[in-house]
């Protein structure tokens, strides 16, 4: 019922920028969280951010000060703002939201993001 589309990954050199964006779309209200994971070849899925209806934030450690979540939550939409890119950020980023606590967990397809000289 709900699909989420990304955008905005691509490759950029160590210390760089970019802006990954997330649509959902087949909701009717507000998703109760919706965030970004993100998992490189051989490793574990791992969270990088997330952020709640009621504005609480959370961040990987490995990217606090670097990375921003926000949210449009009238059009469930989120954002995230990478800077000071690392090539250890380098990783496909997977759009995430659960409408509710109790509801199952949408994924969007995948973005690849690749940070290299």
């Known amino acids: 019922q709900v699909q989420l589309v990304e955008s905005g990954g691509g490759l950029v050199q160590p210390g760089g920028s970019l802006r990954l964006s997330c649509a959902a779309s087949g909701g009717s209200s507000s998703l109760n969280v919706m965030g970004w994971y993100r998992q490189a070849p051989g490793k574990e899925r791992e969270l990088v951010a997330r952020?709640?209806?009621?504005?609480?934030?959370n961040y990987a450690d490995s990217v606090k000060g670097r990375f921003t979540i926000s949210r449009v939550n009238g059009k469930n939409t989120v954002y995230l703002q990478m800077n000071s890119l690392k090539s250890e950020d380098t990783a496909v980023y997977y759009c995430h939201a659960k409408p509710t606590p109790w509801a199952r967990d949408y994924w969007g397809q995948g973005t690849q993001v690749t940070v290299s000289s």
């Open positions: 952020i709640f209806s009621g504005g609480g934030i």
